[in-house]
Structure formats: C-alpha cells, structure tokens
C-alpha cells in the first residue's frame, strides 16, 4: 500500500505562513479531486480540515486552505497560531478504490 | 451531536481474533459509509477498511494488508459497525479508529476516540 509523501516536519513563527505538502502520483493524487487533510493532536482522534482538495468543513478557521498541482496537494495555514500545533496527514483516494495516508507533518509553532 | 464510540479492543496472541465495535449516534447511520482507520504506536494513520450504505449494496473495500484477515460488516438496526480481525499480527497492533464519511462520501468528517489492540505473545 503505497504512502504519500510529507515532510516530517515544519516550523513556523506565530503570524506567518506555512505550506505542507503532500506527494503521490496519478493514480491517487493526480487523479481524483478527493484529497483531505486531517489534523491530529497528541492522544487525540485526527480531525478533518480540508476535503475534496479545497474545501472547509464548518467551524473550520479559513486560515486553513488547501490546493493541488499535478500529482501533489498542499495545505496552507496562514496567520498560524500556537494552537495550530500538531499533527498533520493528508489522504487521498485511488484508483484501486482505496484510500490512503499521507506519513505526516509535525507542524511546531515556535 | 454525532458520536462514535469504539469497543472491544485488547491483547490477542498472534494468530488469534478480535471483534471491534463502533455505537454511532447523532445522525443517520444507516445513509453514510463508514470507515476504519488504525493507528500504530508513534506511526501514522494507515486506513483499513469501509463499509458502504443499504444503498450501495453495503459493498466493502479494504486495504492490502489486511484484505482476506479482516472483515468489515454493520448492523443499521442497532446503529453499529464492526470489525472482525482474524490471523492478527503483530504489526496489526494499533488504536483502531471508526470514522464516518462525509455526506460526499470522499472524506472522514467525524471520528471515533479509538480502541488500542495489541498483538503479543
């Protein structure tokens, strides 16, 4: 089962911008409209920020957005905040009719 | 207020089985997918499973690792979903997620806390 791929981290200031980005290839990514993003916090239940490539689910803050280009996506928060710390995985569906999991993103706000 | 509320997990020798169970309330559980999606220690999030509506004939789909060892089956009548898992590895050990797909049907919106199964010996 293949893995998209993540930076294993990112570190930004408090204010500023950060992008995560999120690798697969054409047969999941590249292909289908269907990528989410989902936020997870230490012995937490991963929370979902973003689906279908762009769109916000209510109640979450639109510091949050989200884009794709070829056969990668990309999550970006804006203005981050010390709350905005934690965990950060996308998904995607695929042509085998699965889905499958980014390895993560450990966004530190410093 | 949608809840998930998973159950059943524990220690299992390698070879053995386990049923997980997930009480769903707070919405229609009968029209939405459902899914599972475990978690190893210190690892990250790798999806198992999905069960689809009366609608979709309850059609199921599973991941490589564990197609063939693990079924995914729910009962609409009790608001239930479930998860046999046979022929348990060690590498199966996990926080075992349900999670319920969005009305699209392309994305986990609520989630359960999770239930930890452990494969030793």
């Known amino acids: 089962q293949s893995v998209l791929t993540q930076p294993a981290s990112v570190s930004g200031s408090p204010g500023q911008s950060i992008t995560i980005s999120c690798t697969g290839t054409?047969?999941?990514?590249?292909?289908?409209?269907?990528v989410s993003w989902y936020q997870q916090n230490p012995g937490k239940a991963p929370k979902l920020m973003i689906y279908d490539v762009s769109n916000r689910p209510s109640g979450v803050s639109n510091r949050f957005s989200g884009s794709k280009s070829g056969n990668t996506a990309s999550l970006t928060i804006s203005g981050l905040q010390a709350e905005d710390e934690a965990d950060y995985y996308c998904s995607s569906y695929t042509s085998s009719s699965t889905w499958v999991f980014g390895g993560g993103t450990k966004l530190t706000v410093l | 207020e949608v809840q998930l509320v998973e159950s059943g997990g524990g220690l299992v020798q390698p070879g053995g089985s386990l049923r997980l169970s997930c009480a769903a309330s707070?919405?229609?559980?009968?029209?939405?997918?459902m899914d599972w999606v475990r978690q190893a220690p210190g690892k990250g999030l790798e999806w198992v499973g999905r069960t689809r509506n009366k609608a979709t004939s309850y059609t199921t789909e599973y991941a490589a690792s564990v197609r063939g060892r693990f079924t995914i089956s729910r009962d609409d009548s009790k608001n239930s979903l479930y998860l046999l898992m046979n022929s348990l590895k060690i590498e199966d050990t996990a926080v075992y997620y349900c999670?319920?797909?969005?009305?699209?049907?392309?994305?986990?919106?609520?989630w359960g806390q999770g239930t930890l199964v452990t494969v030793s010996s």
């Open positions: 707070g919405f229609p559980f009968s029209e939405h997918y």
């Open positions: 054409s047969s999941d990514v590249g292909g289908y409209k269907y």
């Open positions: 999670a319920r797909a969005g009305s699209s049907g392309w994305s986990l919106d609520y």
